[in-house]
């Protein structure tokens, strides 16, 4: 019966730690964004230039994940989203 009770404890534990990484949209659209990056008609300077920004405002969005930085992780969705706009996303 502990034994139940404390894999139980464990597993909400876990859910509630992990589930906001889980169901942040930052998680899933970095790594799509960098796809339609690569994919566009843009030419390659400017690729180059977004895609680096991608990978600063993805590793600015993990960090914010990590440290519990909810200013962070909306400033790293805002680039996410001027990127986007810029290759008509």
Do not use: Y
């Not at 680096?52 to 600015?60: F, K, N, S, T």
């Not at 805002?78 to 008509?88: E, P, S, T, V």
């Amino acid at each position: 019966m502990r034994t139940m009770a404390a894999l139980l404890l464990a597993g909400g534990f876990i859910v509630a730690i992990a589930g906001p990484a889980l169901a942040c949209r930052g998680t899933a659209e970095f790594p799509q964004a960098a796809g339609e990056v690569a994919q566009s008609k843009i030419p390659p300077d400017r690729k180059k230039a977004l895609t680096e920004q991608l990978r600063q405002g993805e590793a600015m969005h993990t960090q914010g994940h990590r440290t519990g930085d909810g200013m962070k992780m909306g400033e790293s969705l805002r680039i996410l989203d001027g990127i986007m706009k810029q290759i008509g996303k």
